[in-house]
Every structure is written in structure tokens, then in C-alpha cells.
């Protein structure tokens, strides 16, 4: 065989542009090395989290603290040589080290010699988290400022005595020229780095809690982060895209948890226009709409009484916007929700499945029974200018393409599916089909066209077809019958604000959720999406597992885990906790729950942790290696590419370059 025939013409071209990397046979054979020692390598750490709902000071330390990770590394190189209060105290440094050493200079009589010592272990406790990482890896998350420095002490070996001396005196240097508190900062943040290789969010960033802008502010920041989106974030999604009845939404969302901070000063988004109109239209009792105000927060009786005011004007617009939808797309099957036409004033009621109910507040001026849905110039003019508010504010619109690119509906990673929501089911248990887009899909073809349905909402043409048809259906993922997010048959917002028999309230959880519990379904939920059921797991949130009633959060033997504990109060009496999280590093897998969170503050006084008990629930039969992740089949691809390449230098095919 003539040795061109060896390769394509395509793999040739491929080589050719290979080669310009790796331009001899001394470069391919180094690389090929290098990659085949980096897949024995232990796998790096996974951090899953879920439900953040806004509480930033509680993600904020969870992410800091690596659900428990970091004080079992300082415990593992400490603890049968530090005192626990010391190895306490360095834990907290390592997570707030701006705040705890302005807390420690007030504390500490000597302070050169606390930099001395605290330095060391800094340094062996990130030597540690480096361990399990390529040199080449580690430098990289070097900080810029200190990078030579701390590669050095890294690697530094002790027991070398002529060096030991060389290495004191780039600690003592550090410490004499003024130095020791950005290189402590930089040594705690690079150990926060180390310690976890990836972080999941399993979607539900937004909503009740006071400032989820402060959460999308630090995932931003991460060095490795995907998102799995939830209900709560496809709405200020689709908020940003345009989408009027997603709009409202938000704003009935926040006005109902009087969380309107985040609105107005995290988003700079001005509610005036619609704080005028709600004064000048709702004059009469509006406690239907009284915003659920938490311990936690400011406010006095005038303010509640004009966020209710704001509360029912939106709600009223959001009915309106909400009917507009349904009636423009009946492949929905929503009509059920169509309930301002079923008002009957003169009797006070509603009429819902057949059934009048009594309504709890019948003063809606803007309503017209010839026309409900239909907004009144007033409304029209306050949605257009909200709607150009969310259409240009930078920081919402910098958010919402972060959540673009980092995240989707669905991610396959390292073998585990992790969604949000659910896979939307008949009663039978088979895949639910449902017309999305003008195709009639199922299982991960839902999933996937509703994911490009939701694309084309923010990316599409402005006002083409295509991006309308997206803004409607980010709404349907909110509270849409067969919405793989909503996960139930109906939302009932109108009943509960203002029907007073709550038989009318009852919302049914889409039968994924009775399925789920047994193995079978999971396993054909594995197989749909590719994966293997035998060593694969459903990574799940959106529904609070109840804890203190004996809910467990790992169901089906295993191949499930919902990791919605509670992060936001709002939850925890339900759960009894306050959240769980999920470790997979090399071992095997751990969930952690959580206690509650006192506050940032309180962390740095008194080294205050989160209360957290782990659960192994599997354990690995031998250490997981990168060759066994996504990782490393990617790594395997390059080295059959560069044995490839190595052939074409070896047969001519492909010239070295000359030196």
C-alpha cells in the first residue's frame, strides 16, 4: 500500500494543521507522554449545588468552604498538630482572608511571627489540594502577582537542607517588606481553586432570597462552572429576552417576597412607572396582595401598604398578558387558565372546572368583561416602560448571556445527567409528546428542542417570528402543563391570591415524580440521554426534599439524588434543613446537608462554620482517574491523533520542521 494511502485526504489536512503545534517528532512523543500521565491522575473534585434562591451570603460561604471540603483538608495536614480552634481560625482565613486578617491584626500581640507560621500552613495545606494536579495545571491557577514564588514553595522539599534556609527567607522577605497579607490572600484563594476542579448548578439561582445579581456576580468569577437552568431562572431569562408575561412574573415574584433591592439597586431597574400608576388606580383594600415580609426584614405599615398596591396592579397585567399567550398558542392546552372571563361580578365569584367560588377581592377597575385580557393605555404604557428597563439594563443583560453560555436544560457530564426539573411523563410512565416549535417530541428531544426554543427567545432577529414564539415559550417553561421545569399540571396564582377554598389550589406533580422513585424509570431516563445506567446519576432539584418528615434525598437504589434541601428560608420549616450539596471526587460520592447560616459576619468573629453532615452513599471499588471522565476520553482522542501525526513524521507523509 502506498503510504498516502495511509490517511485520508481529510486527516492529512488535519495533521498538517496538527503539526504547526507539535512540529517534530520530539514535540509529539513529549506531548503524547505527558497526556497518557495525566489520565492516572485522580480525578478532580466535583461541587454540585441547587436552589440557591438568592441567598448569596449562604452560597457565598458554601462555595468558600467547599461544603466542608477545605476544613477536612486543614484537618487531614493539622489535625494531629494544631489545636482545633487554630486549625478553625485557618479555615476561616482561607475562605474570608480580606475580612479575617483585618479581625486577626486586632487580635494578635506578635503579628510577624502569626504571618510566619500562618504562611507555612498555608502552603502545605496547598500543597496538598495541588497534589492531585500536573504542575503545568497548578501554575496556571497561579495568581500572576506571586506565581514564581509560590511554584517554588510548592515544591519545595524540606529535608533538602541546603534549600531550607533559601526557603525561610522568602517566607521572612514576604513577611519584612509588607507583603504577607496579599500573598496570604493569594495562597487562600488559589487553595479554593484547587480544592474544586468543577462546580454544578443545578439550576433555581433566582427568586425569594434578597440578592441572586450578587450570586451571578460570583459564578461570573469562577474558573470552571456550568448551569443546569430552573424555572426560576428561564423566567428572568426570558424577563431579559422581552417576554412581557415573563416580566410580570418577575415582578409579582418579588413584590410577593418584598424583595424589590435586587430589582431597583442591584439591577437598576426603575418601578416608578408602575408605582404611579398603582397609586392612582388601586385606592381600596388591596390585602390580597400583602407581600410576605421575613423577620430578617424593614418594613413599616405604609410600606406594605403601597407594595400591595404594586403587588395587585402587576398581578392584574400579569393575568391579562398571561390569557394574551395562551389564546395565541392553544398547542398549549392551557384554556383552563382563562379565568378573568369567568368572573362573575355581580355575584363575586369565579367560575373554575365547573365549580363558582366566592373571590376574596372583586375591585379590578382596569378589567373590561367585554375584553379581560386586553391592557388599558395605562398598562400599555407602564409594561412598554418596564419592558425597556429589563431590555437595557447592562447587568441583567451581562447576567442573563452568562447563563446563555455557561449553561443549558440538561448536562452529561462525567457519566451523571443533572437537569433541574423533570422528564416530562404520561400516567402510563412513557416520555410525554409534545409539540414544540412544530415538531412533536419527546424524553431528550423535548429537552432539546425546548432548550433551542428558549435560544432563539434571546438570540433570534428582533420581533421576528421565531424570537416571539421563544418569549411565549419561556413563559410555558414557568408554568406550562408539560414544562420539563414546572414539573406539574397547572399554576394556580389566581386562586391563591384571591379564591379563599383552597380545594381550588391544589396543583398535581407530573407523574415523574412517582415514577422516579423506583429504578426502572431512571435507568430509561439514563439510557435516553446516552448514558449508562449501571454506573450513571440522575442529578436533580426544584423539589425540596422534606427532610424532617424522613424524605430521603437519594432515591430509585442510588441513580437518583435531589440536592433541593432548602437553601432559601423561605423552605426551610418545610425541609428542616438548609440545602444539600453533593461532593463526587475520586473516592466516590458524598451528600452534605447543611445547617442554617447565621451570616458573614458572625463566620469571621467567632470561625463559625456551617453545621454539615456528610453521607457517603457510594463508594468507588478503586480511586476514579481522569482516564475515566469526559476528561480523559477527550485526552485519549489527542493522543490517538498525535500517534497519528507520529506516523505521518515517521513515513514522510508529513515533513519535520527544521531546527
Keep these: 500500500m502506498d503510504r498516502q494511502d495511509q490517511f485520508s485526504a481529510e486527516e492529512v489536512k488535519y495533521l498538517k494543521l496538527l503539526s504547526k503545534r507539535f512540529p517534530t517528532i520530539q514535540t509529539v512523543s513529549s506531548e503524547i507522554i505527558n497526556l497518557r500521565a495525566i489520565l492516572d491522575l485522580p480525578k478532580g473534585t466535583e461541587h454540585f449545588m441547587s436552589d440557591l434562591h438568592g441567598e448569596h451570603e449562604a452560597f457565598l460561604h458554601i462555595l468558600n468552604n467547599c461544603s466542608g471540603v477545605i476544613r477536612e483538608k486543614v484537618d487531614i495536614v493539622f489535625g494531629n498538630s494544631v489545636f482545633d480552634d487554630e486549625r478553625a481560625s485557618l479555615a476561616t482565613l482561607i475562605y474570608y482572608p480580606e475580612e479575617k486578617l483585618e479581625k486577626i491584626k486586632e487580635e494578635v500581640p506578635n503579628l510577624h511571627q502569626w504571618y510566619r507560621v500562618t504562611l507555612h500552613r498555608l502552603i502545605e495545606v496547598c500543597r496538598w489540594v495541588s497534589s492531585k494536579y500536573t504542575r503545568s495545571k497548578v501554575r496556571k491557577a497561579l495568581p500572576s502577582d506571586f506565581a514564581y514564588i509560590i511554584d517554588e514553595l510548592l515544591h519545595t522539599n524540606y529535608d533538602a537542607r541546603n534549600k531550607e534556609q533559601y526557603y525561610n527567607k522568602i517566607i521572612d522577605t514576604i513577611v519584612d517588606i509588607d507583603r504577607a497579607d496579599a500573598f496570604i490572600i493569594a495562597l487562600a484563594t488559589l487553595i479554593k481553586r484547587l480544592a474544586v476542579d468543577h462546580l454544578h448548578v443545578v439550576g433555581d439561582i433566582f427568586d425569594r432570597g434578597p440578592r441572586a445579581d450578587v450570586i451571578m456576580d460570583l459564578l461570573e468569577q469562577h474558573h470552571s462552572v456550568d448551569i443546569q437552568w430552573g424555572n426560576h431562572d428561564i423566567l428572568w431569562m426570558g424577563a431579559a429576552a422581552g417576554s412581557e408575561a415573563c416580566i410580570a412574573n418577575v415582578l409579582n415574584n418579588s413584590l410577593k417576597y418584598a424583595n424589590l433591592d435586587m430589582i431597583e439597586s442591584g439591577y437598576g431597574i426603575s418601578l416608578r412607572p408602575l408605582v404611579t400608576f398603582a397609586q392612582e388606580t388601586y385606592q381600596g383594600d388591596c390585602s390580597c396582595f400583602t407581600p410576605k415580609v421575613s423577620s430578617q426584614q424593614k418594613y413599616n405599615s405604609n410600606d406594605i401598604v403601597l407594595d400591595s398596591k404594586l403587588h ?332 497519528k501525526l507520529l506516523d505521518a513524521y515517521r513515513t514522510g507523509i508529513i515533513k519535520e520542521a527544521e531546527h
Design 312 to 643: 395587585k396592579a402587576i398581578v392584574v397585567i400579569q393575568f391579562k398578558l398571561e390569557g394574551q399567550i395562551i389564546r395565541r398558542n392553544p398547542e398549549y392546552r392551557m384554556e383552563d387558565r382563562l379565568l378573568l372571563d369567568k368572573i362573575n361580578y355581580e355575584a363575586k365569584t369565579v367560575r373554575i372546572g365547573g365549580v363558582d367560588y366566592p373571590i376574596r377581592d372583586w375591585d379590578f377597575p382596569t378589567i373590561d368583561p367585554k375584553d379581560p385580557y386586553a391592557l388599558t393605555e395605562r398598562e400599555r404604557e407602564v409594561m412598554d416602560q418596564l419592558k425597556s428597563s429589563f431590555l437595557h439594563s447592562e447587568k441583567l443583560q451581562r447576567h442573563v448571556r452568562f447563563l446563555y453560555s455557561a449553561g443549558a436544560l440538561y448536562k452529561c457530564y462525567n457519566s451523571n445527567l443533572l437537569y433541574h426539573g423533570c422528564i416530562p411523563m404520561e400516567e402510563d410512565g412513557s416520555f410525554t409528546k409534545m409539540e414544540i416549535g412544530g415538531q412533536v417530541v419527546s424524553g431528550r428531544g423535548l429537552m432539546d428542542q425546548a432548550e433551542k426554543m428558549a435560544r432563539n427567545a434571546f438570540f433570534s432577529r428582533f420581533e421576528s417570528p421565531e424570537k416571539l414564539k421563544g418569549q411565549d415559550f419561556m413563559w410555558y417553561m414557568w408554568c406550562g402543563p408539560n414544562s420539563p421545569l414546572f414539573g406539574k399540571d397547572r399554576m394556580t396564582t389566581f386562586e391563591r391570591y384571591l379564591v379563599e377554598d383552597k380545594a381550588s389550589w391544589e396543583e398535581h406533580k407530573n407523574p415523574y415524580y412517582k415514577y422516579t422513585v423506583h429504578g426502572d424509570a431512571c435507568r430509561r431516563i439514563l439510557e435516553e440521554f446516552g448514558l449508562n445506567p449501571e454506573v450513571s446519576h440522575i442529578v436533580n432539584g426544584h423539589v425540596p426534599v422534606k427532610t424532617k418528615d424522613g424524605e430521603n434525598p437519594v432515591k430509585a437504589d442510588g441513580k437518583l439524588i435531589v440536592i433541593d434541601g432548602g437553601f432559601c428560608r423561605a423552605y426551610q420549616k418545610t425541609t428542616g434543613i438548609a440545602g444539600y450539596t453533593l461532593i463526587y471526587n475520586s473516592y466516590g460520592m458524598r451528600l452534605i446537608s447543611h445547617g442554617p447560616f447565621t451570616s458573614v459576619q458572625q463566620a469571621i468573629e467567632d470561625n463559625q462554620d456551617i453545621l454539615s453532615t456528610s453521607k457517603i452513599f457510594e463508594v468507588l471499588d478503586r480511586r476514579c482517574t481522569v482516564e475515566y471522565t469526559d476528561t480523559g476520553a477527550d485526552i485519549k482522542e489527542q493522543i490517538e491523533s498525535l500517534k
